[in-house]
């Protein structure tokens, strides 16, 4: 199990919205996120969610300008807390992330991993839940994730 683990909001209201939160916490044990993530979020989160201020919120400000607030404070907060892995779906966030030599995995990579560790049999149901909410994914990157989980 990686040791510290940084989420930003994207995931938490995809899994929330199709009932899987419980994944990130099967996964990871526990997770860490920043105030404003959990702003963003509007809900109260599990007891298994840590809450952790950013200390260098000019670095925040900084990448603000290409990032939401959300994402920058969890990109900060996974630097300043040496994150083995941070969840991020949005493209330029990853990108900001990944620049700042930080291991990246989205929400799908969520799925497809809870499937590798046999929390989930299936990952079909859950993206089939995932495409009725809102939250915006390709078809390709749907037939990807379905490959890459050994469900072709």
Known sequence: MLKVVVSDTSCFIALTNIEELQLLHQLYGKIITTYDVVAEFGKDLPDWIEIIPPIDLQKQRMLEFHVDRGEASAIVL??????DLII????K???SAESLGLEITGTLGVIIKAKQNGKIDSIKPILDKLQSTNFRISDE????????AGES
Do not use: S
């Not at 991020?88 to 493209?91: A, I, P, S, V, Y």
């Not at 990157?141 to 890459?148: G, K, M, S």
């Open 93 to 95: 966030a990853r990108k």
């Open 78 to 83: 996974a630097l300043e807390q040496k994150a």
């Open 141 to 148: 990157l749907v037939l990807e994730a379905i490959r890459i």
């Open 88 to 91: 991020l779906d949005d493209f």
